[in-house]
């Protein structure tokens, strides 16, 4: 392949990226699933405009750190510990229940395997990719009927953010598990050393990000060293702990989302992954997207998959939302809030590519469950908050 046709198929994936995302959004649908339709539209399966190339491999990488990051960036500490224990616990009955049955739904649809077997981990894995949760269409939908502020609306958006922490070092453990030469202790305690040096040279780094903030803000100076910071603690994470290199880029995020200007990095750090990296990396999952090994066993395998993520997040978010002492309807609420499903899923399906747990046929069900999820969740909810409405209007009647 000639140096500069990747120019050419850059041009091609930011041209259909952005098209297809401005109709993803006129259709109310996430901008990503546009974004991973247009790959899979100009990849091998279908027009054959692009093929995948390592260059196109590790720009997608790039472009996951970067989201990643921003992720941790946008994550308000302030607002995560104020909700504290009962967002925690329906964070963990939110990841705890997609996990389980997810793994078991695998191994019902393919057969059970052994543990420790790769079969094993590859059911463990699908359930891995059901524990995220993104919560994006749902505080839109909230905001535009006025309930974010709300007891509800205020937990649902706690407990997504720590699901998603949960989430990532769920997977941290998958990842270390899978690799043959590991030993579960051995795992465990990279992953408690690694979160221990992220504790220790975040608060170092913290006092130093905020020096400069304080000597020269709002300067460009900022973001650029924010960003070799994040690019540092993915290094490190993956060369010297063997943990995932997105969990040190979404720790880098958690360290800096403090400091005056981390709106000023974020935003900067938006700009290259909004107008590059990113559409490069939601193409890239569609040009992975073999639709030519999509038989009707998968297609029945994706229409299951999709209804055990959308009922086991129901489940597990809104039972520990009742136990908490949630009022049933708005326990229901929460786990309708809590069903949708995005960017993280997707960033969890790639590294699982990249790790070989999972065939990129799976990438078809896991498309098929954020297209379902990010349409029904608003109109499930409108639902539900009005029948709030006709039942206070019957009993004021």
């Not at 997608?60 to 970067?66: N, R, T």
């Not at 919560?135 to 535009?144: G, N, P």
Request: glycine share 10%.
């Amino acid at each position: 392949m000639e140096s500069y046709s990747i120019l050419k198929d850059l041009a091609i994936i930011i041209i259909a990226a952005k098209l297809f995302g401005i109709l993803a959004r006129k259709c109310k649908a996430p901008q990503v699933v546009g974004e991973i339709i247009a790959g899979l539209l100009i990849g091998p399966s279908i027009l054959g405009l692009v093929d995948q190339s390592d260059f196109i491999l590790e720009m997608a990488e790039i472009g996951v750190i970067l989201l990643m990051f921003s992720a941790g960036l946008e994550t308000d500490l302030k607002e995560l510990m104020k909700t504290g224990p009962i967002a925690a616990l329906i964070a963990c009955a939110g990841v705890f229940i997609p996990l389980v049955l997810g793994a078991l739904y695998y191994m019902v649809f393919y057969g059970f395997a052994p543990w420790g077997s790769n079969e094993f981990y590859e059911a463990v894995f699908i359930g891995t990719i059901l524990t995220a949760t993104s919560v994006s269409i749902t505080v839109q939908s909230l905001k535009e009927m006025g309930k974010l502020k709300g007891r509800v609306g205020t937990t649902i958006l706690s407990a997504a953010i720590i699901d998603d922490v949960i989430g990532i070092i769920v997977l941290t453990f998958v990842i270390g598990f899978k690799n043959p030469d590991s030993k579960p202790s051995t795992v465990v305690i990279n992953t408690i050393l690694f979160f221990v040096l992220a504790v220790g040279v975040g608060f170092i780094s913290y006092k130093i990000f905020k020096w400069i903030d304080k000597r020269y803000p709002h300067t460009r100076r900022i973001p650029i060293a924010g960003l070799a910071y994040c690019f540092i603690m993915s290094y490190v994470a993956e060369q010297y702990f063997g943990i995932a290199d997105i969990t040190g880029a979404y720790v880098a995020g958690i360290i800096l989302c403090s400091i005056n200007d981390s709106e000023y990095i974020e935003r900067k750090i938006d700009i290259n992954s909004y107008m590059l990296f990113g559409p490069v990396f939601f193409a890239s999952i569609g040009l992975k997207t073999d639709l030519n090994d999509v038989t009707g066993g998968i297609l029945l395998f994706a229409v299951g998959f999709v209804i055990v993520g959308l009922i086991s997040k129901i489940i597990g978010c809104g039972l520990m939302a009742r136990i908490c002492r949630f009022k049933g309807k708005d326990a229901l609420k929460i786990g309708v809030g809590m069903m949708t499903r995005g960017e993280v899923a997707l960033i969890v399906a790639q590294k699982g590519l990249s790790m070989n747990l999972i065939d990129p046929v799976y990438f078809t069900a896991v498309i098929l469950l954020i297209i379902v999820s990010s349409i029904s969740t608003p109109i499930v909810l409108k639902f539900l908050y009005s029948r709030d409405k006709e039942e206070n209007g019957v009993q004021t009647a």
